[in-house]
């Protein structure tokens, strides 16, 4: 009751009365990860920025898986130009594998940085789980830009910072389609890059467990992995063209879009490589 009170007085703009209403809330037991994030976008808003983190670092010692937290943190961070924003949302994703914001502000941050695998990667995982979102025609956009981005290189591995076995395994099967990616980058060519990539990490049978690669696996097999391309890239390189597929692929794109209606994505807990 306190705390949606509290929130109340938040959308009004009356800071005042939300921390009045919060504080007290935050030092009993029931408190829970919802009250701090709540307290500290009061005080965020009220422009005390140095009691908005308080709060988020306070919440986050009670509750230390809480992916919300992580996410406000840094976002306060990223706000204050703090490079220890990306810290917190990969903690977040670390710990917190099915909240979808971390992956968000991560995938975003890594396209400024030219992380550009792990900028695709937590994109790509995001628009999975918001696939209705707001923002998710910016992060298709964004995945666009970050294969062209990839692809820019002439030796993927040569390229790249990262060497840890993920990543290493990834580049090298990126790596064997830059003869593809030179005709261009565009939803067909990287329908065809993205259909030998999966192919050809799962012909390794020590390749790691991934989430994201298994689902593409799964859309292969089900028919429907030109589909699901034409949904990320699709509208994103040329929307008329995306429209007169549609037009034409009207069953398979139906069917794929029943298919992701029938899923919910999550990640594995285990599955963290970064």
């Known amino acids: 009751m306190g705390k949606d009170l509290a929130l109340s007085y938040y959308f009004q703009r009356d800071n005042a009365k939300a921390m009045e209403t919060i504080n007290p809330l935050l030092d009993r037991e029931e408190a829970d990860d919802q009250s701090f994030q709540i307290a500290g976008m009061i005080y965020k808003q009220a422009d005390v920025k140095k009691d908005a983190?308080?709060?988020?670092?306070?919440?986050?010692?009670?509750?230390?898986?809480?992916?919300?937290?992580?996410?406000?943190?840094?976002?306060l961070q990223w706000e204050q130009k703090n490079a220890e924003?990306?810290?917190?949302?990969?903690?977040?994703?670390?710990?917190?594998?099915?909240?979808?914001?971390?992956?968000?502000?991560?995938?975003?941050?890594?396209?400024?940085?030219?992380?550009?695998?792990?900028?695709?990667?937590?994109?790509?995982?995001?628009?999975?789980?918001?696939?209705?979102?707001?923002?998710?025609?910016?992060?298709?956009?964004?995945?666009?830009?970050?294969?062209?981005?990839?692809?820019?290189?002439?030796?993927?591995?040569?390229?790249?910072k990262e060497k840890t076995v993920f990543i290493k395994n990834y580049l090298k099967s990126m790596n064997a389609q830059t003869g593809v990616a030179s005709a261009g980058i565009n939803t067909e060519t990287l329908s065809m890059i993205r259909t030998r990539f999966v192919l050809d990490w799962y012909q390794d049978p020590g390749?790691?467990?991934?989430?994201?690669?298994?689902?593409?696996?799964?859309?292969?097999?089900?028919?429907?992995?030109?589909?699901y391309n034409q949904w990320i890239f699709g509208s994103s390189q040329n929307l008329s063209a995306y429209q007169a597929w549609v037009n034409t692929h009207s069953e398979e794109y139906n069917a794929f879009l029943n298919f992701q209606k029938g899923r919910i994505f999550k990640i594995n807990s285990k599955e963290y490589y970064k």
């Not at 709060?55 to 406000?72: R, T």
């Not at 789980?129 to 290189?153: H, N, R, T, V, W």
């Not at 989430?211 to 429907?224: A, C, D, H, S």
Request: charged share 25%.
């Open 53 to 75: 983190e308080k709060m988020y670092k306070k919440g986050l010692k009670k509750f230390p898986e809480s992916g919300p937290l992580y996410n406000e943190l840094g976002e």
């Open 207 to 227: 390749a790691l467990s991934f989430r994201l690669f298994g689902y593409q696996q799964q859309l292969l097999k089900e028919g429907l992995f030109e589909a």
């Open 85 to 160: 924003a990306i810290k917190q949302w990969e903690k977040g994703i670390e710990t917190d594998p099915s909240y979808s914001k971390n992956y968000y502000n991560a995938s975003r941050y890594y396209s400024l940085t030219g992380e550009k695998v792990w900028s695709l990667i937590y994109a790509e995982i995001f628009i999975n789980m918001e696939p209705l979102s707001g923002k998710a025609p910016e992060i298709k956009q964004l995945l666009l830009d970050g294969y062209k981005k990839l692809f820019s290189d002439a030796n993927l591995l040569a390229a790249n």
